[in-house]
């Protein structure tokens, strides 16, 4: 064998260990289910929900969404204060490796704010939700009546 060779051989060991901890990275996956928001009134501010759930073997983070329709879009939470409900920006929402979180009224969900036309039922609404592994994902909001809580579609138990 001659040196080179061996150097060759000695540096493809080298790289073993590094190849094998890539492949034990287990991927990580989202799917977006039953996306919709609450209709809202142009230049207002509109709840959209969905429940996320991990496809992966990894944990996940929504991290941020945005939209063309709106000028801003935040991550809320929904926190008892006293008799009032009120809502907090949260940095990110978790989503464990197998499981989901479904975003709802009353609870996390995320605010479409300064909506450049009115959101009206029937209608849809882009929405791109950016994870931390998983990268972007966009979906269409289907737009429900101002008091919805939930999707349309039927929920068979
Ligand atoms: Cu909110």
């Given amino acids: 064998m001659t040196t080179s060779r061996r150097a060759l051989l000695a540096a493809a060991a080298l790289c073993l ?4 901890a890539l492949a034990q990275q287990p991927p990580a996956g989202i799917a977006v289910e039953q996306p919709w928001m609450r209709a809202a009134v142009q230049g207002g501010t509109g709840g959209a929900f969905v429940t996320l759930r ?3 073997a990894q944990a996940d983070r929504l991290v941020s969404a945005s939209s063309p329709a709106a000028r801003a879009v935040e991550l809320h939470n929904t926190v008892r204060d006293g008799d009032v409900m009120r ?3 949260v940095p990110s929402i978790e989503i464990p490796a197998g499981g989901s979180v ?3 009224p009353g609870g996390l969900h995320i605010m479409l704010v ?7 039922p029937g209608s849809t609404v ?18 429900q009546a101002p008091g919805a809580r939930g999707a349309a579609a039927p929920m068979h138990h």
């Fill in 87 to 89: 809502m907090q920006p």
């Fill in 114 to 120: 300064g909506l450049a036309q009115a959101a009206r």
């Fill in 102 to 104: 479904t975003l709802q």
């Fill in 126 to 143: 882009p929405l791109t939700l950016n994870f931390e592994r998983s990268g972007a994902v966009t979906v269409q909001l289907a737009v």
């Fill in 54 to 56: 991990s496809t992966g």
């Fill in 17 to 20: 260990p590094a190849l094998a």
